[in-house]
């Protein structure tokens, strides 16, 4: 599902470069659930917004879905975003002048589902994510757990077959933070291929598959 | 100094601020200005609120104003319990001052003794007149204004006492009248009426004077009136067939004299109000948007110890500091703007020329400017002081969107009255151009006309003033550059008053005549309708057949025919001057020409044209075609009349495009005032929408990252922000409607050919809005447009 190779990002910094990734080579297929750790500075959001497809400043192959996104346009690497990547963020982001239905609604929007299927897209997924009595509610109403339980909620909605996920428990308390936790090992137990960055182990345990990185390599 | 330097250190907001308000105050403070000098002050009469102006109406006739006559005033005088110092005054006379190089044309009025004694006025250098001098047979004696004194006497004392030659006779100035008097009619001489006007019992009933009285301490304005009403049945039974449904009523004086302006200027200077509203709204605006994008620094600094009270004080200094140098710039702006007013605004506004920008006026630009700094400061406060927690401050989130509403909110204000004043200015500038496309019924090319007054003492027999005329005529008629030239009682477009002519059409029913209305008799030589190009549409022209001892012939205007006849084809109908039972001969149609608009491009009369020979009324001007430009048959006409008469003057030179021009002054004036305010109130909306969606943007940049990483391309980001700036403008276009369907009832009086709220109108200024908005959105949209989403998410 997702292959990279010698992927390297570099930033200038004066007269030379400093590196954040260097040669990473990685493999997800389809139905993983790999979790990325590594300490601060490691690069993991760098990987992670990369294979996301929000930066575009890097070198090496990137296949995604069969896809080469190295050799892909701008337009053509935001079409294969929307088919295929749901984003979660760690501060959940969602946009505050918007309900939570609202809020769901974003990105099936953005890939011009039609008004009526995306009413009943949005029914379906406030319903199994057990959130319809928040439906009508503003972001600031919600506690952190119900903020990102709407985050991961927008990432599923436009059925994405790779959930890009960065800290996403990382401001949430640790019961909120087991229950986001096994709705990941859910959703993938139902065959989305989720890429989580965590700097929480127990988190970590979650995927079955753990990738360390530090000062941009990937440890072995 | 610590102020100067955080303003200079981002001086992208201040400077913003600056125009705004500069731009603002300028046209708040020319037109308070304006307002001020010429409907505020108080006019130099003492206690103006019990001065009132007298005159008559005859609503069966549907005439709305008509002069007092002798006998009225006469009757009033003696009578009146209310009233006392009943005057009047006969008002647009013309006399020439003959002994200076040139003979001098001036505006000259005529007043009873009363007339000062009412006003309590005294004369800056001299005295005004005395009992004596009102008497028949009382010395001749002359008061001049203080700009006849300035223009023509080289501002001497010396003058007082000595004789100026009035058309062949010596009058002794006896005064100079104070520079604030421009009372009646902004005359430049004044001349006691008594000794001079003696008419024969017939002409006691002439409508030609305008009455003034104060009213006695104690009576009210309702008393006053009531009285009138019994002394007008008095009158009306004292000789009914020359007062039959004849009213007199009262009108303060000084509401009389503003007339149409007062309304006019105070709906201009709510408009200039609502410029410095948005002028305000948009500081506001801009100093929101700056408290809010220092808020996390604001709250570390509170959070360091810092007191509310010292924050406040730098805001409020910031604050102080752009409105002091808006307030300076808004200044030199007022001054350019009055300048303009005067040197451009129309002679109809009472008191122009004495406005000017003062102290008063820079106070109140002052005022203003802390006001709003002070409103400024206070929005600002509450964005960075309020009551939450640390916690909360440091918490971009919900104060953020609070911000943004609120900044929506005063954006949307501002683009309502935009809206607004587009409205105004819209219809103004459709009744600007409807009056403008009128068909005057002369031609605008090619035709010169002037004023030649008759020194009195020379032309005293109407055979002389014929005979000046039919010369003049003549001589111009064979001088080179002249294709044809002829002489009138009146020109058009001269006066909104003229000659009222009362008529009875031949095969009239007494009850049918009653309601005819008054017809506009023109008394002209021939050559007068072909030197102006009035076309002739049946018929003939006036030649030299109709001499006075000729049939007695008329030409009437088309709207006089249809009138009467319902066609063209009157030729051979007979009219007659006054009612059924007059004795006056009856006069044939021989021709019919186009209708003129004589008394304003707006008033439509029923013309009636008189050979000169045939009638009571001698020329006054005349008028020439010219074969090249106007302008250089001038020369021509002022050497024939000197070689004539050198004692004639020949004044107010005018082409006949200049005689249309003048009238479009006001409306035109009108229309570039509003126009102007709702351009700056336009560009002050799009500079305030840029700045609230710059300011959305730069707070949503996270949210556009997001946005992005869930799908979005760069062209809903774009439409995000233009939707934005269109919900507010599409709410504020609605808003702005409403109000302007309300408001602009206002303008009514000002409007011709227009509707108050027409849906075009409307629509039109909406669509203009709305685009302002998109405009005022795009360099916003476009930088959300291009976020990189790496930027935006940053922090993540």
Known sequence: MILTSKLTKSVPAGPSRVWLLRDISLTVDEGDFVSITGPSGAGKSTLLHILGMHDADWEGEYTLDGNAVHKLSTKQRADLQRRTIGFVFQSYHLIDDLTVAENLDVPLRYRDVPKSERQSLVADVLDRFRIVGKKDLYPSQLSGGQQQLVGVARAVIASPRVILADEPTGNLHSDQAREIMSLFRELNRGGTTIVQVTHSEENAAYGNRVVKLRDGWMIP | ?796
């Not at chain 2, 044209?609 to 045939?614: D, E, F, R, S, V």
């Open chain 2, 1 to 796: 100094m610590r102020t100067i330097q955080r303003l200079l250190r981002q001086p992208a907001a201040p400077l913003l601020a600056i125009v705004t308000l500069a731009l603002g105050l300028g046209i708040s403070t020319a037109l308070f200005t304006v307002t001020r000098d010429v409907v505020l002050r108080p006019f130099p009469f003492r206690e103006q609120e019990r001065i009132v102006a007298i005159w008559s109406n005859i609503p069966e006739q549907s005439v709305p104003h008509l002069e007092l006559t002798l006998a009225d005033y006469d009757t009033i005088s003696a009578k009146s319990k209310t009233l006392e110092h009943v005057s009047v005054f006969s008002a647009a006379n013309f006399a020439v001052i003959a002994n200076m190089p040139q003979p001098v044309n001036v505006k000259a009025n005529f007043v009873t003794k009363s007339f000062y004694p009412l006003l309590d006025v005294r004369a800056l250098h001299g005295r005004v007149f005395s009992e004596a001098e009102h008497k028949p047979g009382g010395p001749p004696v002359a008061l001049i204004s203080h700009r006849l004194w300035t223009s023509l006497f080289g501002a001497k004392k010396e003058i007082v006492g000595k004789p100026i030659d009035l058309e062949g006779d010596k009058f002794t100035v006896v005064g100079v009248l104070p520079p604030e008097l421009n009372f009646p009619s902004d005359a430049d001489l004044i001349l006691p009426l008594e000794p001079s006007y003696n008419p024969p019992p017939e002409a006691r009933h002439n409508s030609v004077l305008e009455g003034v009285a104060r009213m006695k301490p104690g009576v009210t304005f309702e008393q006053a009136q009531a009285e009138l009403n019994v002394l007008a049945d008095q009158i009306e039974r004292a000789w009914p067939d020359q007062y039959k449904g004849t009213e007199k009523h009262a009108l303060l004086l000084v509401d009389e004299i503003l007339g149409t302006t007062r309304p006019a200027m105070t709906t201009l200077f709510v408009m200039a109000l609502l410029v410095l509203a948005i002028a305000t709204l948009n500081a506001a605006g801009i100093f929101i948007a700056r408290a809010v994008a220092r808020q996390r620094d604001t709250a570390i600094r509170l959070a360091l110890g810092a007191t509310r009270g010292a924050l406040l004080r730098e805001v409020l200094a910031e604050t102080m500091a752009v409105a002091m140098v808006a307030t300076v710039i808004g200044f030199v702006l007022a001054k350019l703007a009055v300048a303009l007013l005067v040197r451009v605004g129309p002679s109809s506004i009472p008191r122009l020329q004495q406005v000017s920008v003062s102290l008063g006026t820079y106070a109140f630009a002052a005022a203003m400017a802390i006001i709003v700094a002070i409103v400024c400061a206070l929005f600002a406060s509450i964005r960075t002081g309020g009551s939450e927690s640390l916690r909360d401050r440091l918490d971009r989130g919900n104060a953020a969107l609070r911000s943004r509403r609120l900044l929506s909110i005063v954006a949307g204000v501002q683009l309502g009255v935009a809206f607004v004043l587009l409205v105004g200015a819209a219809l103004m500038i459709r009744s600007f151009l409807t009056i403008a496309h009128i068909d005057a019924g002369f031609s605008r090319e090619h035709v010169l006309t002037a004023h030649l007054p008759l020194p009195g003492a020379a032309y005293g027999e109407a055979a002389k003033r014929r005979q000046f005329f039919t010369n003049v005529v003549e001589r111009m008629r064979s001088s080179p550059g002249i294709a044809t030239a002829g002489a009138t009682l009146i020109r058009p477009l001269e006066l909104e008053l003229g000659w009222d002519w009362t008529h009875t059409v031949e095969g009239q029913e007494a009850a049918a005549q009653k309601s005819n209305p008054l017809g506009n008799l023109v008394s002209v030589t021939p050559g007068y309708l072909e030197a102006m190009g009035i076309p002739l549409l049946r018929g003939r022209l006036f030649d030299s057949r109709d001499h006075d001892k000729a049939d007695k012939v008329t030409i009437v205007g088309r709207a006089f025919a249809l009138r009467y006849f319902g066609t063209v084809d009157v030729i051979g109908k007979r009219v007659k001057a006054g009612k059924l039972d007059s004795k006056q001969p009856w006069l044939k149609i021989v021709g019919v020409v186009g209708d003129v608009r004589y008394r304003g491009l707006t008033t439509e009369k029923l013309d009636v044209y008189h050979p000169y020979l045939q009638s009571g009324w001698t020329p006054q001007y005349v008028a020439l075609r010219t074969t090249g430009t106007p302008a250089a048959a001038e020369a021509t006409l002022r050497a024939v009349v000197r070689e004539l008469d050198p004692n004639v003057p020949v004044s107010s030179v005018r082409s006949s495009a200049e005689l249309i021009d003048a009238k479009l002054a006001q409306p035109r004036l009108s229309a570039w005032v509003l126009g102007t305010f709702a351009a700056v109130a336009l560009l002050l909306s799009i500079i305030g929408v840029y700045a609230v969606l710059s300011y959305a943007v730069r707070n949503r940049t996270t949210e556009m990252g997001v946005r992005l990483a869930l799908g979005a391309r760069s062209g809903d980001l774009l439409r995000l922000v233009v939707r934005h700036a269109l919900l507010v403008s599409i709410t504020a276009t609605t808003c702005g409607a409403l109000a302007a369907i309300f408001l602009t009832r206002f303008l009514g009086s000002f409007l011709y050919g227009v509707s108050r709220a027409e849906p075009i109108t409307l629509a039109l200024a909406g669509m203009i809005v709305i685009l302002a908005a998109i405009l005022g959105s795009a360099v916003p949209a476009w930088s959300a447009a291009r976020t990189d989403p790496m930027v935006a998410l940053r922090d993540e």
